[in-house]
C-alpha cells in the first residue's frame, strides 16, 4: 500500500472513531434513561401502593365501620377517655320508673369506658325519658332502653363490645344487680342503647355481654317489677300497653 492510501485509511478511521463512539455513548444514554425510568416508576408505584393501604387502615381504624347500616362508635367519647381522672371513672345515675320508685345504680368507666359514657349521655340527652322496660323474665332479668318497645330499636348507632369474648377485659361478673348491655345475638358490636338489669346471678353471661355497673339501692323496685310481669312467650316479650314506663334516667355524677 503506498503512503498516500494509508495515510488516507487512517484519515478514514480516525473521522470514524468519533462517530463509533458517539454511537456507543448514544446506546449507553439510552439504557442509562431507560433504566432511571423504570427507578421511577418502581418508586412512584411504591408510594402510591403505601399511600393506598395507610389510607385502607385508616378507615379500618375509625368511625365508618358499617355493621347493618349502623356506625360502630370508636373506644373514646366526646369529652375523651384521656381526660377522664381518677375520681370521675365512677358515675351515680337513678332510673325512676313509673308507679315503682326509683332504682339507684354505679356505673364503672375504668371497665367499660365506652359503654358507661355512652349511657350517660344517652341519659343526659333525655333519650330513656319515656321508654320502657320491654322485656322481663322474672327469676332472671329486666331489659330496658328500646326506642320502640320490640327490642328491635335502638339509638341510631352501634358501640363496641366491651367484654372477653370481643378482646376487652371485663371482670365484671353478672350477679343480681349488675347492670348490663343488651345487644343482637351473634354480633358482638351491636350494642347501644338498650340495656339490662339482673334480678338473679348468671354467670353464663360473663364475658359475652358488657357488664358496666351495678344498683346499689332499689332491688325491690327491680323484684316487684319482675314480679308483676306477664311475658307473651319464653322470652320475656311485654306486652306494650304493660310495658313499666321509665320516667326519668339522671346523671348524678
Not at 402510591?48 to 385502607?56: E, K, P, Q
Not at 366491651?162 to 347492670?179: C, L, M, Q, W
Amino acid at each position: 500500500m503506498s503512503k498516500k492510501k494509508q495515510t488516507a485509511a487512517w484519515k478514514k478511521k480516525a473521522e470514524a472513531a468519533p462517530k463509533k463512539k458517539e454511537m456507543v455513548l448514544s446506546k449507553k444514554a439510552k439504557i442509562i434513561t431507560a433504566i432511571i425510568a423504570v427507578v421511577i416508576a418502581l418508586v412512584l408505584a411504591f408510594f402510591i401502593i403505601r399511600a393506598l393501604t395507610r389510607s385502607s387502615s385508616v378507615s379500618a381504624a375509625t368511625p365508618g365501620v358499617i355493621t347493618e347500616q349502623k356506625v360502630v362508635k370508636p373506644l373514646i367519647s366526646k369529652k375523651g377517655v384521656s381526660a377522664v381522672s381518677d375520681s370521675d371513672k365512677l358515675h351515680h345515675v337513678e332510673i325512676e320508673v313509673k308507679d315503682y320508685g326509683v332504682i339507684y345504680l354505679e356505673l364503672d368507666e375504668t371497665v367499660a369506658p365506652l359503654t358507661v359514657q355512652n349511657f350517660i349521655e344517652l341519659a343526659e340527652s333525655g333519650f330513656y325519658n319515656g321508654l320502657t322496660f320491654h322485656r322481663i323474665m322474672n327469676g332472671f332479668m329486666m331489659q330496658g332502653g328500646c326506642p320502640e318497645g320490640t327490642g328491635n330499636g335502638d339509638a341510631g348507632y352501634f358501640i363496641a363490645g366491651e367484654f372477653d369474648a370481643n378482646g376487652y377485659t371485663n371482670p365484671i361478673s353478672h350477679k343480681r344487680g349488675v347492670i348490663s348491655m343488651a345487644r343482637r345475638s351473634g354480633d358482638m358490636n351491636s350494642g347501644g342503647s338498650q340495656f339490662f338489669i339482673m334480678q338473679s346471678d348468671n354467670f353464663t353471661l360473663d364475658g359475652n355481654y358488657a357488664a358496666f355497673g351495678w344498683v346499689t339501692a332499689g332491688m325491690e323496685v327491680v323484684d316487684r317489677i319482675c314480679s308483676d310481669a306477664k311475658p307473651l312467650n319464653n322470652n320475656g316479650a311485654i306486652a306494650k300497653e304493660e310495658q313499666p314506663v321509665i320516667t326519668s334516667v339522671s346523671v348524678i355524677d
